[in-house]
């Protein structure tokens, strides 16, 4: 079992910037994917940035391309979303995912094992 905690969300206006962190204990002796994903008020959750277990490969939403970055401090075992040039679209709940269930990087939520509390963005026009 993996746990998950998340940390960093808050409230920016449009343009403003976040950094979010996935803290990852437990079962965390080899290396896991993991991925961020977001909830909107009356929305399906979306996959936002995966990486895969290496570090190697990463894979984002469109809708973030160019404005979020992933990154992972193996050490710590935490995961990092910064998050520029923030939109008041990205406004959701930000939920932190881990452990693959397939062999190919997606951002389909069913595809990860283990799932975080999340943490609210807003961002205001």
């Known amino acids: 079992q993996v746990q998950l905690v998340e940390s960093g969300g808050g409230s920016v206006q449009a343009g403003g910037s976040l950094r979010l962190s996935c803290e990852a204990s437990?079962?965390?002796?080899?290396?896991?994917?993991m991925a961020w994903f977001r909830q909107g008020p009356g929305n399906e959750r979306e996959g936002v940035a995966a990486?895969?277990?290496?570090?190697?490969?990463?894979k984002y939403a469109d809708s973030v391309k160019g404005r979020f970055t992933l990154s992972k401090d193996s050490a710590k075992n935490t995961l990092y979303l910064q998050m520029n040039s923030l939109e008041p679209e990205d406004t959701a709940m930000y939920y932190c995912?881990?452990?693959?269930?397939?062999?190919?990087?997606?951002?389909?939520?069913?595809?990860?094992?283990?799932w975080g509390q999340g943490t609210q963005v807003t961002v205001s026009s």
């Open positions: 995912a881990a452990g693959c269930t397939v062999p190919i990087l997606t951002l389909i939520a069913p595809d990860f094992r283990f």
């Open positions: 437990g079962d965390t002796h080899s290396p896991i994917c």
């Open positions: 990486i895969d277990s290496d570090g190697f490969v990463q």
